[in-house]
């Protein structure tokens, strides 16, 4: 095992070999990015399935799905602060092995319990993942031009992933059963491990940085209290002193770590970063843009098999014009990004998502399909056009040095967005009884529907302030901004 992950001294060369290179590397790191989407996407097709199968309900459904997403959200900055320290291939490499074997251990879980528990172990190979390969491809592409279309591939992998995920889901779980979601990642995270060792090069930062326990243990808390109070105050109502308890610990707990980090000599997450306007609106619109996609893939998906009645393949393919819209648009915002900036594709990515929710508002029980596909082909294409520029507006302008931590703050932005995500929406669908049965009764499925107008309406505002975001930390005044700070860091 030491062999395999003993990173070996790989030189890319300069002129068209160095090209093909830098492709590859680019292919192997992207991979890192699909495996990691296609786990959630993958995963909510086959919710209503864990549902009905381990006899649970909403909550614990929402832990399924947000517990990984709160371990992630919570280590990735360390992971990426790790791997400036020990050296990026090698940290990738440990977290392919990791969430290779956390996902097969979650197919075995015999009860939602064990596989809240599993779960958590999978987000920690899961973090090593993404931040990493974000800062080997910072650092293997050096030309500006070369690395925004970089991080434009990088990130419209997202889109692919979304396209695929509730397509192979629905087909897994209709003929193979819901373990299965977690078998797909088994021999691709092998695959990708003997690539790695061959062909991407190893690099850390100059000066290696010292691990911010205190600062670490304080974000862990923060959104470990947050994310289990929002997801328990539907059920425990929002005044009980436990509820109170943990919102007062997560507001503790944050304004602890901010003074913290404004003090520490080599703090986890640097306040000067936020000191750029476009670094802080990539970190904003992340937050949002992934809270509507987490909370759009979990609402939709309990829609469309309990209350429509649809198979988890069907559900899947329901869901295409969002995702292949994900897939489609992706792209187009990483050439936009690269001819003309981030400002087009931020701006009218957040006009489409408040569009195609706002669609989704007047959502009943028998609301056409027409309709379903105009909402959900609008909200794809907000967040295929949101997602690449915000890598490539928070990573640029970051120094090479620090390119892991900056890459796993933005990262970790969009992790927070979906834990929010899946747990605020999933509070607000809580006034709508859902039943361990494939499908709801007519009366209740009347009552879901209208629960998921407030998501909905939650999503409208999300889409608005992301275009306004956007329009404002990417004008000239901005960017000369973010340059000094870079120059300053």
């Known amino acids: 095992m030491s062999a395999l992950l003993t990173p070996r001294d790989i030189v890319i060369p300069e002129g068209a070999a160095g090209r093909s290179r830098r492709l590859v590397v680019l292919l192997i790191c992207s991979s890192s990015l699909f495996l990691a989407y296609l786990d959630t996407t993958i995963l909510n097709v086959a919710l209503p399935t864990i549902q009905r199968d381990l006899h649970t309900g909403l909550a614990a459904l929402q832990w ?11 280590l990735l900055i360390l992971a990426g602060s790790t791997a400036d320290r020990i050296g990026r291939k090698r940290l990738f490499m440990v977290g392919l092995i990791w969430f290779s074997a956390g996902s097969l251990l979650c197919s075995f879980a ?12 999978q987000a920690v190979g899961g973090s090593m993942l993404t931040p990493v390969s974000l800062s080997i491809v910072r650092n293997v592409f050096t030309d500006p031009k070369e690395r925004a279309q970089a991080l434009g591939i990088w990130s419209g992998i997202f889109g692919v992933a979304s396209a695929c995920g509730p397509v192979v889901g629905g087909i897994l779980v209709s003929e193979v059963g819901w373990r299965s979601v977690f078998w797909v990642n088994v021999p691709v995270g092998i695959v990708m491990l003997l690539a790695a060792r061959r062909y991407v090069p190893d690099s850390k930062a100059p000066r290696a940085r010292r691990i911010d326990v205190p600062g670490q243990l304080l974000m862990i808390v923060f959104l470990g209290t947050l994310t289990y109070a929002v997801i328990e105050g539907p059920g425990w109502g929002w005044a009980s002193p436990a509820i109170l308890v943990l919102f007062t610990v997560a507001v503790v707990s944050l304004a602890a770590f901010v003074i913290l980090e404004r003090r520490h000599p080599e703090p986890l997450l640097d306040p000067r970063f936020f000191r750029s306007p476009p670094f802080t609106g990539a970190s904003v619109i992340a937050v949002l843009a992934f809270l509507v996609m987490a909370g759009f893939l ?11 009645g649809d198979s988890p393949l069907r559900a899947g393919l329901s ?24 400002r087009i594709p931020l701006v009218l990515g957040g006009v489409f998502m408040t569009a195609g929710a706002a669609v989704l508002t007047g959502l009943s029980a028998s609301t056409s399909y027409g309709v379903l596909a105009l909402g959900f082909a609008l909200l794809g294409a907000g967040l295929g056009l949101v997602n690449p520029p915000i890598t490539n507006t928070g990573v640029s302008g970051m120094p090479p040095a620090q390119a892991g ?22 509070a607000m669908l809580s006034v709508g009884a859902v039943s361990g049965s494939p499908v709801l009764s007519a009366a209740a499925g009347r009552t879901f529907a209208v629960a998921t107008r407030a998501p909905w309406w939650l999503a409208v505002a ?13 004008s000239v005044k901005a960017r000369e901004t973010a340059r000094a700070v870079a120059e300053a860091s």
């Open 64 to 74: 399924v799905a947000d517990v990984y997403l709160l371990v992630l959200s919570a």
């Open 110 to 121: 015999p009860n939602v319990e064990s596989l809240v528990v599993l779960r958590m172990l």
């Open 298 to 308: 979990f609402v939709a998906t309990l829609y469309l098999q309990q209350v429509r």
């Open 319 to 342: 869901l295409l014009p969002a995702t292949a819209m994900i897939a489609v648009w992706a792209p187009v915002a990483g050439q936009l990004n690269g001819r003309f900036g981030p």
């Open 405 to 426: 931590v900056a890459g796993a703050v933005i990262s970790a932005t969009r992790q927070l967005g979906q834990v929010l995500g899946v747990a605020v929406m999933g």
């Open 462 to 474: 999300c889409g608005a302030l992301i275009a306004l975001t956007g329009w404002i930390t990417t």
